[in-house]
C-alpha cells in the first residue's frame, strides 16, 4: 500500500487528487472520488459563488470525507467564489490558471489548506513563501488551461524548490504514471482526463465516447494567440479555431468564437462547436468504471512498478 504525506496532511486514503474540470466536476463527482479514498474536487471554473456553494452542499450531503474546491483565477467570479468557500469551511482550495497571492492569508486564516497548481519554479517558491500546504506541478500534457512546460520537466524542478509536498499533474492516467510521478519527487498525483470516463461523471455521452475512442495525436493547443493557451480534443471546432488563430481573425471575433464552447462539449455533445477539453493522455482512458474504482486501481498498478524498480540496481 502506497502511503505518503499527502495523506497524512488531508486525512485520504490515497494519495490521488481528481482534477477541477470547469463545468465537468460537480459535487456528485468530487463525493465519488472522496468517499473512494481520493481528493475530489468541485471545480468552480466560470461559475457564479451561488453554484460554488449549491455544489459544495451536493457533496457535503454526499461524503463526510474531505473534498476540495477548485477556482480558476481567470474567472470573473473568483472574488466571490473566493469567499464562499471560506463560508461553506471546505477542507481544501485548489486554484489554477493564475497567482491566488492575494487570497491566501484569508484562506489560512480560517484553516483552508491551500493547494495551488504552479507552471513554473518561480511560482512555487512564492506559493511555499506564502503559506501553501502543498503544491500541484501541472505540466502542458494535461487538457484545459495549459503551461509549456512538460510534467517530466517541471515536477523535479518543482521538488527542489520547495519542501512541501508536490503532486504532478499532466500525462498521468495509470499506474505507471503515478509510479513515474514518484520517482520525479512527487508525493501524489491529480488526473483529470482519467476521471472523465468515471460513471459518476455527467459529461454528455458524445463526450465521454470521444474520450474513450481517442488516439495518440487526438490533441490540439489552441488560444496561443490569445495568452490562454488551451488544450482539447482535435474536432471540426477546434481545428476550424486554430485555422482562424493563424489566419486573419480578429482578437475580438476570436474570443467571440471560443465563448460559451466548453458547455457545449460538456451538456450538449456539440461536435461542431464545443470545445471537448482533454489532456494528451485520453488514449490511454478506455473505459466507463466508478471513480472509486479508478483512483484503487492506479494505486494497485503502481505498487509493483515501484517493488521492482528497485530491481534495476545491481
Ligand atoms: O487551470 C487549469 N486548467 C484549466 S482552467 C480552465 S477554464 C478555461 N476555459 C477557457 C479558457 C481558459 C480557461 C480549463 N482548464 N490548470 C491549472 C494550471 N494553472 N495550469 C497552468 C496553470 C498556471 C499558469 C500560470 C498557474 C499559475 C500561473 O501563473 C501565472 C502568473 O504568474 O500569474
Redesign the pocket.
Known sequence: MIKSSICDLLGIEYPVFQGG??WIADGKLAAAVSNGGGLGIIAA??APGEYVRQQIQIAKSMTNKPFGVNI?L?SPFADEVAQTVIEEKVAVVTT????PSKYIKDWLAVGIKVI?????VA?AKLMTRLGASALIA?GGE??????ELTTMVLVPQVCDATNLPVLAAGGIADGRGVAAAFMLGAQGVQMGTRFLSATECTIHPVYKEKILKATDLCTIVT?KRLG?P?RSLRTPFSKKYFEAEYGGMSDEELEQL?TGA?RLAVQEGDNERGSF?SGQIAAMVKKEQPAAEIVREVMEEAEPILLRASQWVK
Do not use: K
Request: aromatic share 0%; net charge negative; proline share 3%.
Open positions: 474540470m470547469a471554473g466560470n480558476m481567470m489554477g490558471a493564475g497567482n495551488p497548481v504552479v507552471a513554473s511560482m501541472e494535461s487538457g484545459g488551461h495549459v503551461g488560444g490562454h488551451v471560443g466548453l477539453l
